[in-house]
């Protein structure tokens, strides 16, 4: 099969919004998110008015944030609860609000809120507790929704600068540096702090809402479902075009990541046993028959039986996915990857998509190739599974296939 690739940036082929992180485009960190270039750049290049668009791993929602300034109908999932709450912040009007007054509630308040999960002193200093109890039990008993969204993203930025966490790495976990930071916080005045630090972030967030809304987003139709398995869900309708970043090989663990924020918004260890047993690439799926020469090759050249196990997963996790979705998509698919290496051999991703997904009848338009410049990929520096360092994804790939 021949593969058409061609080098792009989209950073400097789009210049309708002035960086990446620009308006709501990055509320909160979320690893492998879209720059929104990518979806501009394939909405202004290959969507047409009235046409909708899906993304079934969206994580942040990038794909539906810039969907609505484009004026494009979507549909959102992922398995990350987060997504709805992520989205709703990210999309919602601004309206003006005494920021200080619900700061002073907030202190004044004598709810409680205490997370169902056990494990609160391994990430949060005792002495800590009270105030995040207070102040989640706070939010949790708002009426008014709008303060509700407004607020939750700085509580949740503030309250992981109140963990143990170390906010540099792109993993959940504690470091000399992360302890030392809390020890001189207990030293400080912490709980003006706390509170310092909302006001700014909820100002933060209040300002960015009206960056977006200078972007002049469309009222369109929109389905958004985070708490979902990407694999056995039914898509509402048919969808025009497929957008989608999926899980990496050597991904990052999306639902342990985000667990304390999972646990502070009142989630249970059930409710987050349940998302982490259906988590790709670490879960076991069914065997599919893949139409991919490219797979069989890489597959020969991999002998150890973990490594074989890993590949086999991934791969029948995404291709089945996509094979089983594509049936109700009418015109593109746009996956965006990264070529991943197994012991020093790379594995191409994105061809495999391609030939696979020429069976069902769509056409390998072309690869764009992207060089990740700014973004922090998470390819750990030694592989958890294997225990030998990963040579680092180095470029991202945009497959364009178009329906026959
Ligand atoms: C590369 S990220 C997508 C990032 C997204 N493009 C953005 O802009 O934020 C991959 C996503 O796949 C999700 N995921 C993993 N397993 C899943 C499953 N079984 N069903 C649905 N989503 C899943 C993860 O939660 C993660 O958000």
Request: net charge positive.
């Amino acid at each position: 099969m021949e593969f058409k690739e061609e080098e792009i940036s989209f950073r400097k082929f789009i210049n309708d919004f002035p960086s990446t992180t620009y308006a709501t485009f990055a509320l909160y960190g979320y690893p492998a998110k879209f720059i929104p270039q990518v979806i501009a750049f394939i909405l202004k290049n290959y969507g047409k008015p009235g046409m909708s668009i899906f993304d079934p791993f969206a994580g942040y929602g990038t794909a539906g944030v810039v969907a609505r300034i484009y004026g494009f109908n979507y549909e959102l999932w992922d398995l990350n609860p987060l997504l709805e709450l992520f989205h709703e912040v990210a999309t919602s009007k601004p309206v003006e609000l005494d920021i200080k007054n619900v700061i002073q509630r907030m202190r004044m308040s004598r709810e409680e809120f205490v997370p169902k999960w056990n494990r609160q002193e391994y990430w949060f200093h005792k002495d800590f507790l009270p105030l995040l109890y207070k102040v989640w039990g706070f939010w949790h008993s708002l009426d008014d929704n709008y303060t509700k969204l407004l607020t939750v993203i700085p509580l949740l930025k503030v309250t992981r600068y109140f963990s143990y966490d170390d906010l540099q790495r792109q993993k959940l976990s504690k470091s000399p540096k992360s302890m030392n930071r809390i020890r001189k916080l207990l030293e400080e005045d912490w709980e003006n702090i706390f509170f310092s630090m909302l006001e700014d972030e909820t100002r933060n967030i209040y300002n960015r809402l009206l960056q977006y809304q200078s972007l002049n987003p469309k009222p369109v139709k929109h389905v958004v479902k985070g708490g979902v398995d990407s694999l056995k869900e039914e898509l509402s309708e048919e969808r025009d075009i497929l957008i989608t970043s999926p899980p990496y090989l050597q991904s990052h663990e999306y639902i342990r990541h985000f667990k304390l924020e999972l646990f502070w918004l009142g989630y249970s260890d059930e409710d987050l046993k349940r998302l982490l047993d259906l988590e790709i690439p670490y879960r076991d799926v069914n065997r599919i028959s893949v139409y991919s020469e490219t797979y069989h090759r890489c597959r020969n050249m991999i002998h150890e039986p973990h490594l074989l196990k890993m590949f086999d997963n991934y791969l029948w996790a995404i291709l089945g996915c996509l094979s089983r979705l594509q049936e109700k998509i009418t015109s593109y698919i746009f996956v965006f990857v990264g070529r991943p290496s197994m012991r020093g051999r790379q594995i191409p991703v994105d061809r495999m998509i391609a030939e696979h997904l020429a069976l069902f009848g769509w056409k390998h338009e072309r690869t764009l190739v992207d060089a990740i410049v700014a973004r922090r990929m998470f390819s750990y520096a030694v592989n958890p599974a294997t225990k030998i360092r990963d040579q680092r994804t180095k470029t991202e790939n945009l497959v364009i296939l178009k329906r026959i």
